[in-house]
C-alpha cells in the first residue's frame, strides 16, 4: 500500500487458535491510531455492553503512518478497546511508545486485532508474515515478570529456523534482530484491573487494566520482529523536513534553552523524571524510536530504566521519610519492580497514599475495618514496597481487593462513600485517580476526562501551569508575559478563532464558552494527531519555542508537514481537526450504546465540597483574565459549582451538536462527519439524540 502504511492488519481468533487479515485500506479514511482503532471496534465487536473481561472484548493495538519513519517522536502504539479500570467499565485506550509500532510495521503489519480466548495459556510470535500461536506455559512465559519473559523469548529466538534469522547467527545464538515484545506481568495473569501492558523497559499502556484483559484472553505477550521497508511519499521532503526542524525549533545540545517546565519539541534530551536524579550513578538519554530527543534514562545499576514521569518518583517521599531526608536506589527499585510486575503505577501510588493516611488514622492494619497486613512500621523502606506490590501482582490476602482497583477496594471496604467526599481517595472522574492537573484548577483537564473516557493525561496546556507557577515558586521572572503568553496558545488552534479567552482560568473562566471551546478543541486534536497520527505526547503540541524569534512554536505546521511528507495526503492542520471531531463522535456513539447519559457525568464529591489545596510541589499558578488584564494568578482554593457544571455540560454538547438532554450524538452531527451508519445503529438502539 505504501506512503507510510504496510498494508495490512493482523487480525487474531485467539479462540479458535486462527490468524487472518485485513486490508489497511478499507480503514485508510481514519488514518491510522485512534481513528483505525474506533472504526474496527465499531465494525467487530458485536455486542459493545459486554464485560472488559468477556472473551468477545475486540483489542485493537494500531500504529500509524508515521511510525518506523523519519517523522519525529511519533513511533507509537494506540491500544483500544473495553477497558476493565474505570468504573463502569466501557470502550476506552492506552497508549505507548518504544520500538514495537516500528518493527511491527518492519513486519508488514499495520496494526493487530485481538478477538477471543485462549483455551490455555499462549503468546503470538510474529516473524515478518510468518505469525505461530505458541504455548506460553510450554516454553516457560507464564509465570514469568515483563523483564523475564522477554528475556526468555528473546533467548528463544536463535538462528534454528528457517530464513533471515539466520542472517549472521549461528545456532545457540540470539536472532540478529532483537524482537519487539509487549507482554503482561502477574497482574495481568491475574485478570487484575490494574494489569499493564509493558514494552522493553519502561514502556507501558497501563491505563484501561488492559493487562487484566489480556489475562482473561489468555494471552502472555505479541513478540514481533521484521526485516522489510516502509515506503513513503517523498523521502527528501521527509529527510529535510527533520532536518530543518531540528534546526530551526529542535534542541541544541550544546545550548540547551527549555529550562524548566514541559519542554515540548524543543525540549533538552533529560529524562522526564520528577525528583533528583543520582549523581554517583552513571546515566545516558534513552529514546523511542524516531524521537527527536528523548525523555528517558538507562542507568549504569540497571534500576528504573526507561521509566518516566509517575513510576519514577512514586515512592519518592515515602524513601525520603524513612531515609532521614535522603534519597536512596529505592526509588528506581519500586519503578523497576512496577515495570516487572506489569501494575498500574497510578492505581498504587495513590493506592498507597489513601492506605497508609487510613493506617495513621487507626482504619487499617491487621483485623481493621481495612483489613491489610502490611508492614507498616518500614513504610519508606524496599521491604515494604516490595510487599505491597507483590501482594498486589500476586492478589495475596488484601491484594485479591486491591487488585481490583483502589475505588473498588474502597467499596468493598464501605469506605467509599466518606473517603471520595473527603478527598483521601483523590479520585475524580470514572472511579479513576486524579493526575495532578486538577479539574478545581486547570478546568479542560477535568472537563475533557469527565466528558470523555478516562484521565485525559495529554500535557499540552500544562505550561500555563508550570511555567508561570515553577518562576514563581523559585522567585525568577516570568519567562513570558501571561497575554503573550495566552496569544502564542490561543493563535495556533485552528480552526478557532484565535480567542485568548479561551486559556482564561479565572474562575469565572471556568465555567465559561472559551473553556468550553478548549476543552473541544483539545479532544479533537488528541484524538487525530497525538491518538491516531500518534506524535508524541511529550513533544506536542508546540505552542511556543524558545528556539525562534516569535517564540511561536511549531504548531500548527509541524504535524501535518511529517503527515504529508510520508503520506502524500496534502492534509492541513485544520483536516486533521475534523478528522479528530468525526473520531470523537464515534467514540461518544460507542460510549452511548454502552449506556452513557449526561445524567453520569459528575465529579466524584470532594471536587464540589473541598476547596483545592494546591499541586503536590506548590501553590498552583495560571493565566486569568480578571479586572480587565492579564496575569498570572494563583487559583487555589476553588471547588466545583455544581449548577455551573451543568451549564458547561449544556454548552459542550451544544458545541459538539449533541443532544444537550442525553449528551447523545444525533443524526444531523453524524451524519455531518459521514458516520450516517453509525446514526442508523444508535437509533435501532433507541438511543440517537433529537436534534
Ligand atoms: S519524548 Fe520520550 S516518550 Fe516521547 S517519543 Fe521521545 S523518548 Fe519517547
Redesign the pocket.
Same mark, same amino acid.
Given at each position: 500500500m505504501g506512503n507510510g502504511y504496510a498494508g495490512k492488519i493482523l487480525r487474531v481468533d485467539l479462540t479458535a487458535g486462527t490468524v487472518s487479515e485485513i486490508e489497511t485500506e478499507q480503514y485508510r479514511e481514519w488514518g491510522g491510531g485512534h481513528g483505525m482503532g474506533s472504526a474496527i471496534f465499531w465494525d467487530l465487536c458485536a455486542d459493545k455492553t459486554i464485560s472488559g473481561f468477556d472473551p468477545a472484548n475486540v483489542i485493537t493495538i494500531m500504529s500509524s503512518p508515521l511510525a518506523g519513519t523519519l517523522a519525529?517522536?511519533?513511533? %507509537?502504539l494506540e491500544i483500544q478497546g473495553i477497558g476493565v479500570q474505570s468504573t463502569p467499565e466501557w470502550f476506552t485506550r492506552s497508549n505507548m511508545?518504544?520500538r514495537f509500532a516500528t518493527m511491527m510495521k518492519f513486519a508488514g503489519w499495520d496494526g493487530i486485532v485481538l478477538e477471543g480466548a485462549a483455551s490455555k495459556p499462549t503468546w503470538i510470535e510474529i516473524e515478518n508474515d510468518r505469525v505461530v500461536l505458541r504455548d506460553a506455559e510450554t516454553d516457560g512465559l507464564w509465570g514469568l515478570d515483563t523483564y523475564d519473559t522477554q528475556e526468555r523469548i528473546w533467548n528463544l529466538q536463535v538462528a534454528n529456523s528457517d530464513g533471515w534469522r539466520e542472517i549472521g547467527t549461528k545456532s545457540g545464538e540470539r536472532a540478529a534482530l532483537q524482537s519487539a515484545v509487549i507482554t503482561i506481568g502477574p497482574s495481568g495473569e491475574k485478570k487484575s484491573r490494574v494489569g499493564a501492558l509493558i514494552h522493553d523497559a519502561g514502556?507501558a499502556a497501563a491505563q484501561g487494566g488492559f493487562g487484566g484483559v489480556w489475562g482473561a484472553k489468555n494471552l502472555k505477550a505479541i513478540s514481533v520482529i521484521g526485516s522489510k521497508d516502509i515506503d513513503v511519499a517523498d523521502a527528501a521532503a521527509l529527510l529535510n523536513a527533520r532536518f530543518s526542524a531540528r534546526e530551526d525549533l529542535g534542541v541544541n545540545v550544546d545550548e540547551p534553552k527549555d529550562g524548566f517546565g514541559w519542554a515540548r519539541f524543543s525540549?533538552n534530551p533529560s529524562p @522526564?523524571v520528577m525528583y533528583p536524579m543520582p549523581t554517583d550513578v552513571g546515566s545516558r538519554p534513552? @529514546? +523511542?524510536q524516531?524521537?527527536?530527543?528523548? +525523555? %528517558?534514562a538507562r542507568f549504569s545499576d540497571g534500576l528504573g530504566n526507561e521509566s518516566?514521569c509517575e513510576e519514577t518518583y512514586f515512592y519518592f517521599f515515602a524513601d525520603m521519610m524513612y531515609n532521614q531526608g535522603q534519597t536512596t536506589p529505592t526509588v528506581r527499585y519500586s519503578a523497576e519492580m512496577v515495570q516487572r510486575l506489569g501494575i498500574n503505577v497510578y492505581e498504587i501510588d495513590h493506592g498507597l497514599n489513601w492506605l497508609y493516611h487510613l493506617y495513621q488514622e487507626g482504619i487499617a492494619g491487621v483485623g481493621k475495618q481495612v483489613d491489610i497486613d502490611l508492614p507498616w512500621d518500614t513504610y519508606g523502606s524496599r521491604e515494604f514496597i516490595e510487599t505491597y506490590q507483590r501482594m498486589v501482582a500476586d492478589r495475596e490476602g488484601a491484594g485479591d481487593i486491591l487488585a481490583e482497583g483502589m475505588w473498588r477496594a474502597a467499596e468493598h471496604w464501605g469506605r467509599l462513600e466518606e473517603d471520595t467526599a473527603s478527598g483521601v481517595l483523590h479520585y475524580s472522574y470514572w472511579g479513576l485517580p486524579e493526575h495532578g492537573y486538577d479539574p478545581r484548577a486547570e478546568a479542560y483537564w477535568g472537563w475533557g476526562s469527565i466528558l470523555g473516557d478516562r484521565d485525559i493525561n495529554e500535557h499540552d496546556f500544562n505550561n500555563l501551569f508550570w511555567k508561570p507557577s515553577i518562576a514563581k515558586w523559585y522567585g525568577i521572572p516570568s519567562w513570558m508575559e501571561a497575554e503573550e503568553f495566552v496569544t502564542k496558545f490561543a493563535e495556533r488552534m485552528l480552526p478557532f478563532d484565535p480567542d485568548p479567552m479561551m486559556l482564561d482560568f479565572s474562575e469565572d473562566g471556568m465555567y465559561s464558552e472559551g473553556q468550553v471551546k478548549l476543552t473541544a478543541w483539545h479532544r479533537h486534536y488528541t484524538r487525530f494527531w497525538k491518538e491516531s497520527a500518534l506524535y +508524541?505526547?511529550? %513533544?506536542f503540541a508546540d505552542f511556543y519555542s524558545p528556539k525562534t524569534e516569535d517564540r511561536g512554536g511549531f504548531t500548527p505546521e509541524g504535524e501535518p508537514l511529517f503527515w504529508n511528507a510520508v503520506t502524500g495526503d496534502g492534509m492541513s492542520f485544520t483536516d486533521g481537526m475534523e478528522l479528530g471531531r468525526r473520531i470523537w463522535n464515534l467514540d461518544n456513539a460507542i460510549w452511548t450504546i454502552q449506556g452513557r447519559h449526561r445524567d453520569m457525568v459528575k465529579y466524584s464529591e470532594y471536587l464540589y465540597e473541598v476547596p483545592y489545596g494546591g499541586h503536590l510541589y506548590g501553590p498552583y499558578w495560571m493565566p486569568t483574565f480578571e479586572d480587565g488584564t492579564w496575569d498570572y494568578r494563583l487559583v487555589t482554593g476553588r471547588v466545583i459549582d455544581r449548577e455551573r457544571m451543568e451549564d458547561v455540560k449544556t454548552m459542550f454538547y451544544e458545541l459538539e451538536g449533541w443532544d444537550v438532554s442525553t449528551g447523545w450524538p444525533t443524526r444531523e452531527t453524524l451524519e455531518g462527519v459521514d458516520l450516517g451508519h453509525v446514526a442508523d445503529t444508535l437509533e435501532a438502539a433507541g438511543k440517537l439524540g433529537g436534534e
Open positions: 519525529p517522536s511519533a513511533s %507509537r511508545g518504544g514502556n525540549g @522526564a534513552q @529514546a +523511542c524516531s524521537c527527536i530527543s528523548s +525523555c %528517558r518516566s +508524541c505526547d511529550y %513533544r
